[in-house]
């Protein structure tokens, strides 16, 4: 999103938005970041809505690139995976900060949002089910589709609870803590070859 004055609108957009809440930004303040007139952003947008759902429709579009069937199954690929989700989220962070305001305001933010958690689910599923076909975890058919929730919860939702317990850190520290909670909540299904490999992958996201 970079080059014309729309895309220029839509990041600044999205990084006031990340950093105040859609709430808390006016058009006004996104017209002073990009440098331009209120009148010129009401030209490409004439409402904030108009902003949301331009970035809603990158979002969705970018999502699409992360919840794909694996070619492959091992932890290596589910690491790069993990790492493309916690860059998605991110991203566009104020989604997930403001689901239910946003929801409230823009109902097509709830609809979009509820499809991705429930592809997000089926892609965590998925990767279980191949992880535990090579013989990298041990999980019961039964159990998988709850863990598969599970990890889908942590990844949307952790950063949340941290905010509600009074523990939230920066967007960055924010990934890191996820990161290393969703490999740390597949460790007792990992078989005991791969224990080592798991807690090495999720070393690498100490803050």
């Given at each position: 999103?970079?080059?014309?004055?729309?895309?220029?609108?839509?990041?600044?957009?999205?990084?006031?938005?990340?950093e105040?809440?859609?709430?808390?930004?006016?058009?006004?303040?996104?017209?002073?970041?990009?440098?331009?007139?209120?009148?010129?952003?009401?030209?490409?947008?004439?409402?904030?809505?108009?902003?949301?759902?331009?970035?809603?429709?990158?979002?969705?579009?970018d999502?699409?690139?992360?919840?794909?069937?694996p070619?492959?199954?091992?932890?290596?690929?589910?690491?790069?995976?993990?790492?493309?989700?916690?860059?998605?989220?991110?991203?566009?962070?104020?989604?997930?900060?403001?689901?239910?305001?946003?929801?409230?305001?823009?109902?097509?933010?709830?609809?979009?949002?509820?499809?991705?958690?429930?592809?997000?689910?089926?892609?965590?599923?998925?990767?279980?089910?191949?992880?535990?076909?090579?013989?990298?975890?041990?999980?019961?058919?039964?159990?998988?589709?709850?863990?598969?929730?599970?990890?889908?919860?942590?990844?949307?939702?952790?950063?949340?609870?941290?905010?509600?317990?009074?523990?939230?850190?920066?967007?960055?520290?924010?990934?890191?803590?996820?990161?290393?909670?969703?490999?740390?909540?597949?460790?007792?299904?990992?078989?005991?070859?791969?224990?080592?490999?798991?807690?090495?992958?999720?070393s690498?996201?100490?803050?």
């Amino acid at each position: 999103m970079k080059g014309n004055t729309r895309n220029r609108i839509l990041v600044a957009s999205l990084l006031l938005f990340n950093e105040h809440g859609e709430p808390g930004t006016t058009t006004n303040e996104i017209a002073d970041e990009v440098d331009i007139s209120p009148g010129n952003l009401h030209y490409h947008f004439p409402k904030k809505q108009q902003i949301v759902e331009a970035l809603l429709d990158e979002f969705r579009a970018d999502a699409r690139r992360i919840l794909v069937t694996p070619d492959s199954a091992s932890l290596d690929d589910y690491w790069v995976f993990l790492h493309f989700l916690l860059e998605l989220t991110a991203a566009y962070r104020f989604l997930f900060r403001d689901l239910e305001t946003l929801s409230e305001s823009y109902p097509s933010v709830g609809r979009v949002l509820g499809h991705f958690s429930k592809g997000l689910a089926a892609t965590f599923e998925i990767y279980l089910r191949r992880l535990s076909a090579s013989g990298v975890l041990e999980l019961e058919d039964r159990e998988t589709p709850l863990v598969a929730r599970n990890l889908a919860v942590i990844a949307l939702f952790s950063p949340r609870f941290e905010r509600l317990t009074g523990t939230s850190a920066s967007a960055d520290d924010e990934a890191l803590q996820v990161a290393s909670s969703i490999l740390t909540a597949m460790r007792p299904f990992a078989v005991r070859q791969s224990v080592a490999l798991l807690d090495e992958l999720a070393s690498r996201y100490e803050a």
